[in-house]
């Protein structure tokens, strides 16, 4: 469908709200969007930005799922097909990110947005980040960008991703940032995957794309970018990065993080800019929903049959896991435990429950645990290990922490009060109101 085509449908199906009376890229449109969300917004006067706005794009799974006109219960075969079984985008020379290239870099002219008070600047939160090494490939991931100058980033790079093992690599690197992008390429972005494999290849086996070498780099870029922002990071050349809100709706620290150089900017003919607002439900669902699927293939290789995941925003989806099975063991809980926390190292806490409860109803999961849960045989506390730099409560420096998972099945054999749910009679209410 694309970005466009997506917004044009919600548009006609009167799902966007717009707000034509001028704004600003300070605050106010982050109050906005969390005000209104998960409805999404198009904000069409900018101050100091002849560019329109966007956000709360993507919020829930059944938004996603719509898009690729799906159930949500097939978001994670889809996903899991997509990465064991991806397939190369088609190369074009003309595209629409391509359009206008502005002749000098001046990123106050984008509305780059200031989120929240206490932030260190103006943050690119939506971009998805294109760079090559030499052995390995293309690598598209996410990572946030804090502006300090007209044409300067410090850019966050997580230790141990693969963007910051081809930076200890080769020092400097070529980058694309990529905003404005369907769901296809979002979700590709997040997933974690082998080091040499190119996302892109993901996206386009969930959706076909088309890919255009970029306009000052050696890099292929989605074709249909809204903007794309080319230069180069720097291992060696830092700047103080923060403080932001992260997945977990606190303040990040402030680091010493690498300088990305903007060198070129091209974008569309009247390009919308993505906001994508930190640790909201956009974020929230674009960085737990890749997740799933690996939790999900850890669990079935244990020998547990896995029915469907959920790392829900309570757990700033990213911290907690709720894991449906299909129980034929007394040993399945602690299985399947084992396994997500395999299938996402991050995860802190797992939660194990039967095929009646509903993983995307919190009262139906906390009944469950209420119910079916005893401590003394049904908790697995593992020893500290690393677990989520977004963790406040982690060990500062090394994200050292304590997992626990939960097993909250019922017993196979009953000896005592039924654990079953108990059915009420379905009646047509029009027959009586």
């Not at 070498?213 to 890099?219: G, W």
């Not at 010493?256 to 800019?273: C, L, S």
């Not at 640790?279 to 896995?306: D, Q, Y």
Request: hydrophobic share 40%.
């Amino acid at each position: 469908m694309g970005f466009r085509e997506y917004i044009n449908q919600i548009d006609e199906k009167g799902l966007l709200r717009k707000v034509d009376i001028e704004v600003s890229k300070k605050l106010e449109i982050s109050g906005i969007l969390k005000e209104i969300e998960p409805t999404p917004v198009m904000f069409n006067n900018i101050k100091g930005s002849e560019f329109r706005v966007i956000g709360n794009l993507f919020c829930t799974k059944n938004v996603i799922a719509s898009y690729f006109d799906v159930s949500p219960a097939d978001l994670i075969p889809m996903l899991s097909k997509a990465i064991t079984e991806r397939s190369e985008p088609e190369i074009v020379s003309n595209a629409p990110c391509q359009e206008i290239i502005e002749s000098s870099v001046d990123l106050d002219k984008l509305p780059i947005l200031f989120h929240c008070e206490k932030d260190g600047g103006n943050y690119i939160s939506s971009a998805v980040v294109i760079t090559r090494d030499p052995d390995y490939g293309q690598n598209l991931d996410f990572h946030r960008a804090m502006q300090f100058s007209k044409d300067k980033f410090a850019t966050r790079i997580v230790r141990g991703r693969h963007f910051h093992k081809f930076l200890e690599k080769n020092g400097e690197l070529e980058v694309a940032f990529c905003i404005g992008n369907s769901p296809n390429i979002l979700i590709a972005g997040a997933t974690s995957v082998d080091i040499g494999v190119d996302e892109l290849h993901i996206a386009n086996a969930l959706e076909s794309i088309k890919v255009v070498k970029a306009n000052s780099v050696d890099l292929l870029i989605p074709a249909e970018a809204e903007f794309v922002l080319e230069g180069r990071v720097y291992m060696e050349e830092n700047h103080a990065e923060g403080p932001f809100v992260d997945l977990t709706e606190t303040y990040d620290v402030i680091r010493e993080e690498p300088i990305f150089e903007v060198k070129k900017i091209t974008h569309r003919k009247d390009a919308i800019w993505q906001a994508l607002l930190p640790g909201a439900l956009e974020h929230k669902i674009l960085m737990g929903m890749p997740r799933e699927p690996t939790i999900f293939n850890k669990v079935n290789e244990t020998g547990v049959k896995c029915l469907d995941v959920n790392i829900n925003p309570g757990g700033c989806s990213w911290l907690h896991a709720i894991v449906q099975i299909d129980k034929k063991s007394e040993e399945d809980g602690k299985k399947a435990i084992n396994g997500a926390f395999t299938g996402h190292t991050s995860c802190k806490h797992v939660f194990i429950v039967d095929k009646d409860i509903d993983i995307y109803n919190p009262l139906s999961v906390e009944w469950a645990m209420a119910t079916r849960f005893q401590g003394d045989i049904r908790m697995i506390i593992k020893d500290k290990e690393p677990g989520s730099s977004l963790d406040p409560s982690a060990e500062p420096g090394t994200k050292m922490t304590t997992k626990i998972g939960f097993d909250l099945t019922k017993p196979l054999v009953v000896k005592g009060k039924s654990f079953d749910i108990a059915d009420f009679p379905k009646v047509d209410l029009n027959k009586y109101f």
